[in-house]
């Protein structure tokens, strides 16, 4: 039976004395350019009982005030358990039932995941991996919150290649037997939420149907590929890593802070659509930019399966990639525009539109580069043989789609 992921001892408000819509807001990494939304969720919120006390925007990371905000979050965290705001469910997995804006249903089990199975790093092999580059100096200011916290709260989401849906699918058949926990809508156009504790025959058959999964030659090196939070996870790491580094006497091994709490969603899910995210270049030199790719990448008309389309003066003209650098024409791409401007002026963004990539790329000294979607059977072999891809290789969901606060967890 594979171990990696487990039951935890999860923690939940009493729902018929808390309201579960105003507990659970969205992940603190979502609209970190509008103080307004965050705003608008203290005013909904008001005294009642809620997760928003107990994370940190990231709308608020550089303010000035971020300490004492850390500080308020820790107290608040001691504060719901003296006063017995949140009760235990022991060895628990709750399967989760979510309605997206779009209406489109998500499943997923909340559980534990051991960090022990996991590296962000680059080239890591482990079990567990980060799909996208993993941004170290992100990871210091959250470790300020996590370090001296009693709780987490997950919004970390990590896929399972699984096309049969044969692990996450059978939970939709049991749940009439399993004891629901919450329903709710969520806030701010996030959809609705409903979620059921597994009971030990449940949990079996999901572990079973798990272990079978991870078990086939080809996921047997990937087994749990990121699919959102990856820096939330990897702050967990971190934190869990630098406990064993000031102690290396003592035993972690069942210490709470090995695990983190997450979601597991199976990649083949309709609810989740890998859209492409688009590159634009500015102020650049443009013909030599384009000599350089072609020389690099060996860009031509005759077809290959990594395209890229360039858009320049309103013109659009389809190449293929010959001399990839990566599985994926994005890897190949990114490679190549990195080596480029370490040596070259020019500035370059990630655009999920393409109507906004043609009017960036009409302008002068620009030129834009689309991309094509990213298919789902392609994401676990990709990072398994090229590691954890460009950064902004692809965009999963709108951000109310994004995972709304709701278990906790001990990690003292």
């Not at 819509?21 to 990494?29: E, G, H, K, R």
Request: hydrophobic residues 40%.
């Amino acid at each position: 039976m594979q171990t990696i992921f487990q039951p935890a001892d999860i923690l939940l408000p009493d729902f018929t004395k808390t309201s579960a819509s105003d507990w659970s807001v969205i992940a603190c990494d979502q609209f970190t350019g509008d103080p307004s939304y965050w705003e608008n969720v203290a005013k909904t919120v008001g005294g009642q009982p809620s997760s928003l006390r107990l994370i940190l925007p990231e709308v608020y990371l550089e303010d000035a005030d971020v300490e004492e905000r850390i500080a308020a979050i820790h107290a608040e965290m001691q504060s719901y358990l003296e006063k017995g705001v949140l009760r235990t469910y022991e060895n628990a997995m709750v399967y989760v039932e979510r309605i997206q804006g779009n209406g489109v249903l998500r499943a997923g089990v909340i559980g534990k995941i051991d960090l022990e199975a996991y590296d962000y790093n680059k080239g890591s092999t482990s079990p567990v991996r980060a799909t996208e580059a993993t941004v170290l100096e992100r990871i210091p200011p959250r470790m300020r919150v996590r370090e001296q916290a009693p709780l987490e709260l997950p919004h970390i989401m990590i896929l399972i290649d699984d096309p049969e849906d044969a692990v996450i699918g059978g939970c939709a058949a049991e749940k009439d037997g399993m004891t629901k926990l919450y329903g709710t809508e969520l806030m701010c156009g996030g959809g609705s939420i409903d979620g059921y504790l597994m009971g030990e025959a449940e949990q079996a058959r999901f572990q079973t149907a798990l272990t079978a999964l991870l078990a086939r030659e080809e996921n047997r090196a990937l087994q749990f590929a990121m699919g959102d939070g990856n820096h939330s996870l990897a702050t967990a790491k971190a934190c869990y890593e630098a406990m064993k580094a000031a102690a290396p006497e003592k035993d972690f091994s069942d210490h709470p802070a090995r695990y983190a709490l997450v979601e597991i969603v199976n990649l083949h899910s309709d609810a989740l659509q890998f859209e492409a995210i688009h590159r634009i270049l500015m102020q650049v030199d443009t013909d030599k930019l384009m000599a350089y790719l072609e020389a690099e990448l060996a860009l031509s008309e005759a077809e290959s399966d990594q395209p890229v389309t360039v858009v320049q003066n309103g013109t659009q003209r389809t190449l293929y990639v010959h001399k990839p650098t990566s599985n994926l024409a994005v890897g190949s791409l990114q490679n190549a525009l990195d080596a480029y401007l370490a040596e070259n002026e020019g500035k370059i963004d990630y655009i999920h539109g393409i109507e906004t990539v043609e009017r960036l790329a009409a302008q002068p000294d620009s030129i834009g580069f689309l991309l094509p979607d990213l298919h789902k059977s392609l994401l676990f072999p990709s990072v398994q043989k090229d590691g954890a891809l460009p950064r902004k290789t692809f965009s999963m969901g709108h951000a109310e789609d994004k995972r709304y606060y709701m278990e906790c967890r001990k990690i003292k």
